[in-house]
């Protein structure tokens, strides 16, 4: 037993038990039900300061809000799965005129499997390689490919060495933004931006904004944009190990 | 992240873990607020918690930490007193040990809030690093440090020999 933990297990200043019976989820419901609904009066036309102040409203945080080191560290561990955790993800992309939506779960590294809102799925494990199905249902196996998950997987790599990251609060979210460095041969700009939830700091929508002059000389501006539909972290066990598999 | 969506399943996760949650707050904020804390952390867990979220308790004492967070911000930035740790906060108080409540005070938020989410909640090492929101590594870290801290604050000539976690 440690002397220590135990010490201040003595010390400990109130029990669950004394909160027994105090539980009243009519009151909480009461308190969760949607106001009724208002009457809206509409502007035919806003002045430019009224519009300038709602701009603003969007990129300025109040005194109480956290730092951006500490909002930052918070999205790192939200996607932090060094337990063994399997993350997953609901999401709706976009890049270009190109739309759709996908469900993958990832473990690590180790293993991952996204299923195509068009039907098409694929399933790899480190060692085994990529089986994929089309939409059709015709199952390939690819022992050499190796799936890399979105960015959302990969925010924490990306977070982690991003460097002058900014803050700002748009709704119920923190919007963090950063640029990811460059190269040969055209050097574009390369602009990340991470929309996460101010309460659980689970990411909500990712997008990489890049632009410039390509190596034909001619302008580009593209977005790849993720909006996340569902975000959990599923236990390491052998039943959410399934997911992992080919129609699992 | 989509809330759970069945009245019911929210309605046995609230029954089954409001008195924890109350119990956490009322180790860590005034009395009177601890019912509008709880309140507030099962209003976010309507609106967040996830549909298959296995083990829930964990997920809520994260969200009751964002809460609280929340909550200590805004008193001081109305310029409430910060808790003195030997004498006002109940979260400090330590039923009477002022020894333990000094050396409490020693200790970083972290490496405070490590200690009691394993003594005061007694959660394992995995549930309070998700309760943390850390990794289970990086808690074991986090609370093996704080408990050397502790026991080098309480008797400075202690040899701690146990590792537990």
Known sequence: MDPVLERVRAANPAAADDFVGAADFAALSRSLAPPPPRRIRRHRWFSVPVVAAAIAALVVLPASAPQASEVLSRAVQAVAVDDGAILHAHSEYSYGDVRGSREVWVQGDVAMRSIDGDGGEEAFRRGAGTVRRSPGGAVTSHPETVLVPTEIFRVRGLLERARDVGLSEQGDAYVLRWRERSGPPHGPTIEMTLWVDKETYAPLRFTDHSWGTAADGKPFDQTYSEQIVEFERLPDTAENRKLLELGG | ?165
């Open chain 2, 1 to 165: 992240m989509r809330g759970v969506s069945d009245p019911q399943a929210f309605r046995e996760i609230y029954e089954t873990h409001h008195a924890a949650i109350c119990a956490y707050f009322a180790r860590r904020a005034a009395r009177d607020e601890v019912e509008d804390l709880a309140a507030e952390t099962f209003a976010v867990a309507w609106r967040k918690l996830p549909r298959r979220l296995e083990h829930p308790l964990p997920w809520l004492y994260a969200v009751a930490g964002n809460v609280l967070a929340n909550h200590r911000r805004k008193a001081a930035r109305r310029g409430a007193l910060a808790p003195d740790p030997a004498s006002g906060d109940p979260a400090e108080l330590f039923g009477g040990d002022r020894g333990l409540a000094v050396a409490f005070a020693a200790l970083s938020a972290r490496e405070r809030e490590a200690i009691c989410l394993v003594a005061w909640e007694g959660l394992s090492g995995a549930d309070a690093a998700r309760a943390a929101g850390c990794s289970a590594a990086t808690f074991a870290v986090r609370l093996s440090r704080a408990r050397k801290k502790l026991a080098r604050e309480l008797e400075p000539d202690l040899v701690v020999v146990s590792e537990p976690i």
